[in-house]
């Protein structure tokens, strides 16, 4: 891990509104261009596991703190946050864990009011609604539903390609965090570490709206993630720690009831 020099000191420190932003980055995506400007009601930690100098000091000029790791997102998490950086984990009540080529309808205003809905509903979990007509959409629920007024829509599971994630479920989950998980099984430890069957602690917020890009293929057509060791076998060997552990190996994905806006809209 390498780290640049903070502008602050770095423990001790308050997180803007206690909000964090946490992801892990390459070369290709547009989130300084979607998740950063002046009225952001967070801070941003980039681990930016690439090599193109130039791309490193943009990430560093624009996010309050950026450093150097490999690794995939939830690895990265576990260890430069969760292990390392405990008392910056500590001053954050929510965690948005986001994959570096989300990219909301509103940018900045559609994070802040991730938070604000997250606070307001006392989610454990939530996640934006992906636009299903040009969004990887792995699970039915997470596909945006247009109907007028919808603010979100509980249900049994959401997925850590955008999890809002409230600091105590982070921490229950990080608790029983493998090292071997990439990715895949994510959604399903944090279901265990917090309980299935909760008809109100999970939810996908369908007043906002991103887009989850279905092609990750980057230069040549490698996906970044399949670098990682253990990415082939990744089902595998979270099929082993769900045993392992006595979670759900698939916590089956449905919705529970709906919430609507009033009047003044969002």
Not at 33 to 52: A, K, M, R, T
Request: charged share 25%.
């Amino acid at each position: 891990e390498r780290n640049h020099e903070l502008r602050e000191e770095e423990y001790g420190i308050v997180v803007k509104s206690k909000n964090l932003v946490f992801t892990a980055a390459g070369n290709h995506n547009k989130l300084l261009e979607n998740w950063v400007g002046p009225d952001q009601n967070y801070d941003i930690f980039l681990v930016y596991y690439g090599e193109d100098e130039d791309q490193f000091d943009a990430y560093r000029k624009s996010c309050r703190w950026a450093i150097q790791n490999k690794g995939a997102k939830i690895q990265n998490f576990y260890q430069t946050i969760y292990e390392q950086r405990l008392e910056l984990f500590n001053a954050s009540e929510y965690i948005f864990i986001l994959d570096d080529d989300i990219f909301f309808d509103r940018g900045v205003q559609d994070i802040n009011f991730m938070f604000e809905v997250a606070r307001k509903y006392s989610l454990k979990l939530s996640m934006p609604a992906f636009h299903p007509n040009v969004s990887r959409i792995s699970w039915k629920i997470t596909a945006a539903d247009y109907t007028p007024n919808l603010l979100l829509r509980y249900t049994s599971i959401v997925e850590w390609n955008a999890a809002m994630v409230e600091r105590e479920a982070m921490r229950r989950t990080m608790e029983m965090y493998h090292g071997d998980i990439i990715g895949w099984g994510s959604p399903h430890l944090a279901i265990c570490a917090n309980g299935e069957g909760n008809q109100t602690a999970y939810a996908v917020v369908h007043a906002v709206k991103a887009i989850n890009p279905p092609g990750r293929a980057q230069n040549g057509g490698t996906r970044e993630l399949s670098l990682i060791k253990s990415y082939k076998n990744r089902s595998a060997v979270w099929d082993g720690i769900a045993r392992e552990k006595n979670c759900t190996s698939q916590v089956r994905r449905f919705n529970y009831k709906s919430v609507y806006a009033d009047e003044s809209g969002r």
